[in-house]
């Protein structure tokens, strides 16, 4: 198969997400796949071994739910993927999709519980601020606004019975550390727990027992997420100290009575089961790279996505057999990852390598920085990293400060220098990439997605003669601009990662801005950028490239007709290409066979 092809086929393999089943009736579940080409969401009754594709739209399918009883299928509609709409549900056997409560005015999602009862809760926002609905659906009754603050609140979770919902705030005005409070359906305040400034609370699940009100959630306490399980009613609390090294996520078996721990540690995840009743901590045994998502079953097994660098996604037991794959060709292979620990300005930094496998270094290099800025980058399959080793290039991936997975201080220490602080770690690694001979220093693209997108453009204006070409997705090229038209979820994370809004800190804003440093940037730029994006709008770009033009600066544009990326296979494959071509032209790589 030629490197095109082979690039090319993973994208177009067929991919899964993890089926996530009703509590209550555990053989109907629900997933995300991209078998016919768009992200949809499947349906999968387990009893009798059938599938069916629920949603059918032009841009794909971002979020759906399944209720405890498995009775109906919720899923989030919006327009072209600006994240602005209504949930609507639909039978699970199908039948007509009707909106989840024809009263119920369109918004920004920000969380959604179902109960075993029959009610839902839904969370909203728009320039009013965030709201929390109880709803009846199928009923008259109107649904009831039961929270609303100015300030970012989100809907954690529902017990089962209906009677306690979670929600989780930044009422104290810092959404990167949210409070958890227990409210009723009628919204009078059940409990709270606030740890103070810095530490936050995160992963909330209720117990899956409909007589259990018991809370798992993630703590802080001491740098890093670990588990807690509170009793909203009584205010009993239970840290559960884990010896295991990296960072801690958890959930419910399925008769409470233990709890499916995963640690990540270095970008690779494992999985252990914690008794509750006697503190017994056993390994699960699964194969060395990521698990993207598990969930125990009722008979005690557990169900689990992974993938590795070199390994293409599937869904497994842990009895070691294959739960379920979707028909078509699987996805090409790809190289190993190597690990790189520099040492940086503000503590060691930790780099992934994927080298080509032909050729000698020093290689053409691709610095691909990831979004969030509380993200990851880890040993999990990326079709794109794939097409970048396959058209020659080393990959070089930096968890710069403000990743996940390194503790809370790592995260967290994004303050006073936003985007320069990250760049500092990208640097310390590029000057490693090209010392130890892995990198040609004439042919290093700076590139990366969303807030690698950001850092993208703002390296090439504080890094000028770093980069021979950058290419940013989706990106902020301007904070105060983007503000004005972000999401209020995005606007409460900018003040929270700030200390204020554009009006209170305008210097901090500029000081991080791209757009304040183009009078310096020398390297070629590809753009990409999304009509309908409601996370890095597309005005701020507009007039960032605007600016550029002025200077008769070197740049290109590939606009598409959708949000924050793209669900439509072919449209990401075309995306590839195109950075590809531009990376290859700047770098003195010839045109692949057949690319424009």
């Known amino acids: 198969m030629k490197a095109e092809e082979r690039w090319q086929a993973r994208f177009r393999a067929a991919r899964m997400t993890l089926p996530t089943w009703a509590r209550l009736a555990p053989a109907r579940a629900v997933y995300r796949c991209n078998i016919s080409g768009v992200w949809e969401i499947h349906a999968w009754d387990r009893a009798i071994g059938v599938t069916r594709q629920v949603t059918s739209r032009p841009k794909g399918t971002a979020h759906a739910a399944v209720d405890p009883t498995g009775q109906w299928i919720w899923w989030f509609s919006d327009t072209y993927g600006d994240e602005f709409g209504i949930w609507m549900r639909q039978p699970f056997n199908g039948g007509p999709e009707t909106p989840a409560h024809p009263e119920l005015a369109p918004g920004h ?23 929390i609905f109880h709803v009846r659906p199928g009923s008259e009754e109107k649904p009831a606004l039961i929270y609303e603050s100015r300030e970012f609140a989100q809907v954690s979770g529902m017990s089962l019975d209906g009677s306690l919902i979670a929600v989780s705030h930044s009422e104290h005005g810092d959404s990167r550390h949210l409070a958890l409070r227990v409210i009723r359906p009628d919204g009078r305040i059940a409990a709270e727990l606030n740890d103070g400034p810095g530490k936050g609370f995160s992963g909330v699940r209720f117990a899956p027992s409909i007589n259990d009100r018991r809370i798992l959630a993630l703590h802080e306490r001491r740098g890093r997420r670990e588990p807690l399980l509170w009793d909203p009613q009584t205010g009993e609390e239970r840290e559960i100290w884990l010896r295991v090294a990296g960072e801690i996520t958890a959930d419910w078996y399925h008769d409470g009575r233990a709890l499916l721990i995963g640690h990540n540690d270095r970008a690779r995840t494992e999985l252990f089961r914690y008794d509750l009743g006697g503190g017994l901590l056993t390994p699960i045994k699964t194969p060395h790279g990521v698990i993207h998502d598990a969930m125990p079953r009722p008979d005690g097994t557990v169900e689990y996505s992974w993938s590795s660098a070199a390994h293409p996604p599937v869904v497994r037991s842990s009895e070691g057999h294959v739960v379920m794959n979707q028909s078509g060709p699987s996805a090409p292979p790809s190289v190993p990852l190597e690990d790189v620990h520099v040492e940086g300005p503000g503590g060691r930094i930790h780099a992934l390598v994927s080298r080509p496998e032909g ?60 985007g320069h602080i990250e760049l500092a770690d990208v640097a310390a690694v590029r000057d490693w990439a090209v010392a130890s001979g892995v990198a040609d220093p004439e042919r290093l693209v700076l590139a990366g997605a969303s807030w690698g997108g950001y850092l993208t453009l703002l390296g090439l204006g504080t890094q000028p003669k770093s980069w021979v070409a950058g290419i940013a997705a989706v990106p902020i090229a301007d904070h105060a601009a983007a503000y004005r038209d972000e999401t209020e979820g995005l606007r409460a994370y900018h003040r929270a990662l700030f200390g204020g809004s554009p009006d209170e800190v305008p210097e901090l804003y500029a000081a991080s801005s791209p757009i304040s440093y183009l009078d310096a940037v020398q390297a070629p730029l590809l753009v990409l950028a999304g009509e309908n994006d409601p996370r890095s709008p597309i005005g701020q770009i507009t007039k960032y490239l605007d600016k550029l033009g002025e200077r008769h600066h070197e740049f290109e544009v590939y606009r598409y007709n959708a949000g924050h990326g793209t669900l439509v296979v072919e449209e990401r494959i075309r995306q590839m290409a195109a950075q590809l071509d531009f990376a290859r032209k700047h770098v003195g790589i010839p045109p692949a066979p057949g690319s424009s």
């Open 109 to 131: 999602p920000t969380g959604l519980a179902l109960s075993a009862t029959g009610t839902a809760v839904v969370g909203r926002s728009s320039r009013h601020g965030f709201q």
């Open 359 to 418: 050729g000698s270094a020093p290689y053409p290099a691709v610095f691909l920085l990831h979004g969030g800025p509380a993200a990851q980058d880890d040993d999990s399959f990326a079709p794109n990293v794939a097409a970048w080793v396959d058209a020659g290039f080393v990959v070089v991936r930096v968890n710069y400060r403000g990743s996940v997975g390194y503790g809370s201080a790592w995260r967290d220490a994004l303050r006073g220098a936003v």
